[in-house]
């Protein structure tokens, strides 16, 4: 996002408040933190809470009449029976109702202890039936329930009541996992993918970090390596006859080019939004952009953060009509250490929210949309709405999208992908990858590959391995390539796979991960998207690389690129303060070449190159 946009005023949205809070108890460990979180939370809004225990006492009066033809002889007479039948009717009802009441005094206990009134309810039924019933009511936002109950074993990590619950609960459900750990122990990290329920969840970190006075911790995940998993497993069918139209090199620039960058700035995009959110709440946090399966990469750092509190939309940007819950959700609610906050508030921040309701588009313009393929067109319309609402237009023009696109595509990625539309239309889309396009593995990670016992998998984890070595500008798959989806980020090291797998590091994975040979992690390398394309974006990486080998790193992260453009700028600044010397004049060091000289320079200014790499954070190159 531009500085222009970050400076527009604002509406700030009101930090979200729980008013009612109802807590599913069952007196065990998990239900016992949920009560104490459950009071402290409304002790911060003076909320209404209350506290609910389902039994079944008719489950119980059919499982004996079941048993009845077990019963020792003397108990079968018809008398007998009828009365034995009361007596238990009337030990479990009255029983498992005292039960019901412990768990309730237990709960109502610790929240007088903090001037919290607390409401009863007991239900009779099937659990998690009765408790969704409550749930939806109507007459609370928020459900506190524990991960596990009273069932629960060893391997335990979600109760089938939660996980049933969970699914069907309509507001935002906070779900235990830590009963020795307080969620307001921080930090809260929040997950964003442009949706409203996680702008929403983001609004209610926000407010409970400004409770608890914890860092907030904004995470965005994309995988770029499953665009080049399915482009391969079409590759591999395509026929021969459309060997001339689908040239497999330059589809996979097309896909670096537009899909991986495309992807990269759309999800930094989100980060951009949340900061802006955060900010105007007074509340600074810190963002981390993943890429990868988002679900496995989201539970890596968490593991290696180790946060009191995850909250994550229960439904992301891709749920259609009718899903009740979105996948990574759902495998992060199952695999997550941390406590869960499935998010169902919904907020638009208000730069998504004018474009969407300020900005009409012209018939050319819709038409001219309609030539972008539809498995980019969403991405391509969000971009341009974007582009526009930066700039203060309220009405995109078929001239505003060929300028939108000529800086998301560059032009020939877009021929190429011109070329794609055109043979899918044509029913040519049939190729093999020649021997030159194969890329090769060396044999440290073919073993590697081989302990996989699973095939299917197998076939994807070597199609992201040879994703990985392609963007370092490998020809050749590594073990570190491999190894990057199998372990912790932290472990990726040629001496972790080596203790991993047995396998001692070759000379050629030793020379890959050299310092010399740099990896670009997703945030950086959206960075240096916003540097205008040409000799500018060249010299600026070539630059920044500099800075990181200078500096013995292994790999450029967001931070290394922001030095490497910042020592870039300071080297330019000298040049252009010792171009206004007489040259005669000028000692030694001043008649240095410009520190973009030793890439190639264009044969006259280009004054709206300049412009955009100055609004970029870079200044003008020097004239010499």
Not at 108 to 122: D, V
Not at 169 to 179: A, F, G, H, Y
Not at 490 to 501: E, M, R, T, V
Not at 565 to 587: I, N, T, V, Y
Request: aromatic content about 4%.
């Amino acid at each position: 996002m531009s500085s222009q946009a970050q400076t527009q005023p604002t509406q700030t949205a009101p930090l979200p408040e729980y008013r009612s809070i109802l807590l599913a108890v069952d007196s065990s460990d998990h239900a016992n933190r949920g009560t104490s979180e459950a009071v402290a939370l409304a002790s911060i809004w003076q909320s209404d809470l209350t506290a609910a225990h389902v039994y079944a006492a008719k489950l119980h009066d059919v499982r004996f009449r079941q048993m009845e033809g077990g019963l020792p002889e003397q108990f079968r007479e018809e008398q007998e029976l009828e009365r034995q039948r009361d007596v238990h009717d009337d030990l479990i009802t009255r029983g498992l109702s005292i039960i019901t009441d412990s768990y309730l005094d237990q709960a109502e206990r610790e929240s007088r202890e903090q001037n919290i009134e607390l409401r009863r309810r007991s239900l009779e039924g099937k659990n998690y039936r009765e408790l969704v019933n409550e749930t939806n009511s109507g007459n609370y936002d928020l459900l506190v329930i524990g991960a596990l109950g009273l069932g629960a074993v060893k391997s335990s990590r979600l109760g089938t009541v939660c996980q049933r619950v969970s699914r069907r609960s309509e507001i935002d459900t906070l779900v235990i996992k830590e009963p020795q750990r307080s969620i307001a122990n921080g930090p809260i990290v929040v997950a964003v993918d442009g949706s409203a329920k996680s702008y929403g969840g983001l609004l209610t970190a926000l407010s409970l970090a400004q409770q608890w006075q914890v860092p907030v911790k904004v995470i965005s995940a994309f995988d770029p390596y499953y665009h080049y998993v399915a482009f391969n497993r079409i590759a591999g069918v395509l026929s021969e006859e459309a060997g001339k139209v689908f040239r497999f090199q330059e589809q996979e620039k097309l896909h670096e080019e537009i899909i991986d960058s495309g992807l990269a700035k759309i999800y930094q995009g989100h980060l951009d939004v949340a900061k802006q959110v955060a900010a105007d709440q007074g509340i600074e946090v810190e963002t981390t952009l993943l890429d990868g399966k988002p679900n496995d990469v989201i539970d890596r750092y968490l593991k290696r953060e180790k946060p009191s509190l995850l909250i994550i939309g229960k439904l992301g940007i891709h749920a259609d009509e009718g899903l009740d819950i979105g996948g990574n959700t759902e495998a992060l609610l199952n695999d997550c250490d941390c406590a869960i906050l499935l998010s169902q508030r919904e907020y638009q921040p208000p730069v998504e929210k004018i474009a969407a309701v300020t900005t009409s588009w012209t018939h050319e313009a819709e038409t001219r949309m309609n030539r972008v393929p539809s498995f980019v067109r969403n991405m391509a319309r969000m971009a341009i709405l974007r582009y526009a609402q930066e700039r203060g237009h309220t009405v995109i023009t078929e001239s505003m999208v060929e300028e939108a696109t000529a800086q998301l595509m560059p032009g020939h990625a877009e021929d190429a992908m011109a070329e794609i539309v055109e043979a899918y239309d044509k029913g040519e889309l049939k190729r093999k990858p020649n021997a030159e396009e194969a890329i090769r593995w060396n044999d440290d990670a073919k073993a590697l590959l081989l302990t996989i016992d699973d095939l299917s998998l197998r076939g994807n984890l070597s199609m992201r391995a040879e994703k990985k070595a392609r963007s370092e500008g490998k020809r050749q798959v590594a073990i570190h390539h491999l190894q990057a989806f199998l372990d912790d980020p932290s472990q990726h090291s040629s001496g972790a796979a080596s203790s991993a797998y047995g396998h001692p590091p070759s000379a050629t994975q030793a020379d890959e991960a050299a310092p010399s040979n740099l990896h670009w992690q997703a945030a950086a390398l959206a960075r240096l998207m916003r540097v205008p394309e040409g000799f500018m974006r060249d010299a600026a990486k070539q630059r920044i690389e500099d800075y990181a080998r200078a500096q013995g790193l292994s790999e450029v992260s967001l931070q290394t690129a922001e030095a490497g453009l910042a020592e870039a700028r300071k080297a330019m600044e000298a040049q252009m303060q010792g171009d206004k010397q007489p040259a005669a004049s000028l000692p030694e060091k001043k008649k240095s070449a410009c520190p973009f000289a030793h890439r190639a320079q264009p044969a006259k200014p280009i004054k709206q190159e300049e412009k955009n790499l100055t609004s970029t954070g870079a200044t003008k190159p020097n004239r010499a």
